[in-house]
């Protein structure tokens, strides 16, 4: 699970809890928004403690987050029972924004500390090494 999967779970979670009042049988959504929050916190530590191989992941999850908290905000205009509009385009929007920002931190981090010569990976169209290492 890695930090896309993070901030989707706390998207949902935020959703459940604070976005959608309706009660279904058998189901307390509110203690499941709340599961999915903590899950989701889990989920974004233990993608930043143990940098992601893949910390792109995150983008498309953040825009796609973005694009349908504004949809849900700005462009659709009817009102469904029992959930607020406005604060499910907010909760989107927010999850975006933080998958995409995390995400650029993380990579950014990762140039930082990642260290050591790249030199070496380069080669001239003949086989023979660009930079020579002596």
């Known amino acids: 699970m890695g930090f896309g999967s993070g901030v989707l779970l706390l998207a949902l979670g935020a959703v459940l809890t ?15 928004g709340l599961i999915l929050l903590f899950a989701g916190i889990v989920a974004l530590v233990g993608s930043v403690i143990m940098q992601a191989d893949r910390p792109e992941a995150g983008v498309g999850t953040g825009i796609v987050l973005i694009v349908a908290g504004a949809i849900i905000t700005w462009a659709v205009a009817f009102d469904v029972p029992y959930i607020d509009d406005d604060a499910l385009g907010a909760i989107f929007m927010g999850g975006g924004v933080i998958a995409v920002a995390g995400t650029v931190l993380m990579s950014m981090q990762r140039r930082r500390t990642s260290g050591g010569d790249d030199r070496r990976n380069y080669y001239r169209r003949d086989g023979r090494p660009l930079y020579d290492r002596h």
């Open 18 to 32: 604070w976005a959608v009042d309706f009660d279904l049988p058998y189901i307390a959504d509110d203690s499941l």
